[in-house]
């Protein structure tokens, strides 16, 4: 293999096209849906991108925008992961053959991810959680997060440091504002 290296390497063949004319812009997210209420509710320790298997008319309907993952929860059976209760409603196009709304959905994850949710899923107190919907490159992806349950002093605790965070921004606009 005498090549374009010159010493017998391979190289693999360059294309002049930048990433977004091929139609696989790999950058760039497209968000469908967010779980805000997740990162209020749970401490997320660890997120993982998982990509869905999806029918037809169910990427369909995600192109419009239109998902919840309020009540949405992952879990591990069998060596796979699953998305439960994730609600993505029916395409208004769709015909008979258009999908249910709340059906179970595949998780495609590599096994030693796999293995490292069901590690963490199965400890007293986490749950696995999906905080986003969203394509990237042209495919559905969920980011999943391995969640403990915060408790209500915690999400208290929350609120004021956000609060007090907002006003001490506030604080500062205003200052710079007064000695422009």
Do not use: C
């Given at each position: 293999?005498?090549?374009?290296?010159?010493?017998?390497e391979?190289?693999?063949?360059?294309?002049?096209?930048?990433?977004?004319?091929?139609?696989?812009?790999?950058?760039?997210?497209?968000?469908?849906?967010?779980?805000?209420?997740?990162?209020?509710?749970?401490?997320?320790?660890?997120?993982?991108?998982?990509?869905?298997?999806?029918?037809?008319?169910?990427?369909?309907?995600?192109?419009?925008?239109r998902?919840?993952?309020?009540?949405?929860?992952?879990?591990?059976?069998?060596?796979?992961?699953?998305?439960?209760?994730?609600?993505?409603?029916?395409?208004?196009?769709?015909?008979?053959?258009?999908?249910?709304p709340?059906?179970?959905?595949?998780?495609?994850?590599?096994?030693?991810?796999?293995?490292?949710?069901?590690?963490?899923?199965?400890q007293?107190?986490?749950?696995?959680?999906?905080?986003?919907l969203?394509?990237?490159?042209?495919?559905?992806?969920?980011?999943?997060?391995?969640?403990?349950?915060?408790?209500?002093?915690?999400?208290?605790?929350?609120?004021?440091?956000?609060?007090?965070?907002?006003?001490?921004?506030?604080?500062?606009?205003t200052?710079?504002?007064?000695?422009?």
């Amino acid at each position: 293999m005498a090549g374009r290296g010159g010493r017998g390497e391979w190289h693999a063949p360059q294309t002049n096209k930048p990433a977004a004319a091929t139609g696989r812009d790999t950058t760039t997210r497209t968000v469908v849906a967010s779980n805000r209420r997740a990162r209020f509710d749970y401490a997320i320790e660890d997120v993982f991108e998982a990509g869905l298997v999806l029918t037809g008319t169910e990427v369909k309907s995600l192109r419009q925008g239109r998902a919840s993952l309020v009540d949405g929860f992952a879990e591990v059976e069998r060596g796979e992961a699953w998305l439960e209760a994730v609600h993505i409603p029916e395409y208004t196009e769709g015909t008979w053959t258009n999908h249910e709304p709340r059906r179970r959905r595949k998780l495609l994850l590599h096994a030693a991810e796999i293995d490292k949710l069901a590690q963490a899923a199965g400890q007293s107190g986490y749950t696995l959680v999906p905080l986003q919907l969203y394509f990237r490159g042209g495919r559905a992806k969920v980011e999943i997060g391995v969640a403990k349950g915060k408790k209500t002093f915690d999400k208290r605790q929350a609120l004021r440091n956000a609060t007090d965070e907002r006003e001490a921004q506030r604080a500062m606009r205003t200052r710079t504002r007064v000695g422009e």
